[in-house]
């Protein structure tokens, strides 16, 4: 099936094998992918991470393999969901169809007449940011859980030790 261009949006904290499994399975129903990189504004938090620019990269190289054109574009979040959609379309390429799992993304683009698909990922239990952040944390094996560019650039930024530093309780 061709739909054109599609939008699908996550945090990518970060960004891990089951979002890359749901990417390769919307490239076979589209010709190009917009990817927005939400909560772009948040980093260095325990559930937010890494920056936008951060998440650019461990996701451009990732790609490269994938051999659809894509967009990816950082997407800050709003205090309005109700405009939110509009928020978005003024950021992005246009597109005709949205692939997401989350309810309220769903529910925003439904209203906003757009067609929305189903995109679960693979693996859930396994293949999960707050695993991989967990398992980062904990001193746990991660590296099979994500691409070799995530894993590269989370060791280039030092990522695993900005997380403990961070999650650290001052003690004072
Ligand atoms: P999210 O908050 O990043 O993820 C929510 C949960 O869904 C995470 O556990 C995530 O797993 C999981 N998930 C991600 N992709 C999935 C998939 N294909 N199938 C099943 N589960 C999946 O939400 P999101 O949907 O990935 O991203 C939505 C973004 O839009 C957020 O940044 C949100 O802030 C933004 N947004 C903003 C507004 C506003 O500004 N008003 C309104 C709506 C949405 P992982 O942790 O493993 O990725």
């Not at 997407?75 to 169809?97: A, C």
């Not at 980062?136 to 997380?163: A, C, H, Y």
Request: proline share 4%; glycine share 6%; hydrophobic share 40%.
């Amino acid at each position: 099936m061709d739909s054109g261009r599609a939008f699908y949006i996550g945090r990518f904290q970060p960004y891990h094998l089951g979002h890359q499994f749901v990417l390769e399975n919307i490239a076979r129903e589209v010709d190009e992918i917009i990817i927005g990189i939400g909560s772009a504004q948040a980093s260095h938090e325990q559930s937010n991470l890494f920056t936008a620019g951060e998440r650019v990269l461990m996701m451009t190289k990732a790609l490269e393999e994938l051999s659809i054109k894509h967009y990816i574009i950082p997407i800050e979040d709003i205090q309005r969901n109700s405009v939110w959609v509009s928020h978005v379309i003024s950021l992005t390429p246009p597109f005709n169809v949205v692939y997401s799992n989350n309810p309220l993304v769903i529910c925003l683009f439904n209203e906003a007449g757009f067609e929305v698909r189903q995109s679960p990922l693979f693996l859930r239990e396994q293949y999960s940011g707050t695993q991989i952040r967990h398992r980062m944390r904990t001193g746990k094996e991660w590296k099979s859980l994500v691409p070799q560019s995530t894993f590269d650039v989370i060791k280039e930024i030092g990522g695993v030790e900005r997380l403990k530093m961070i999650s650290n309780k001052d003690s004072v």
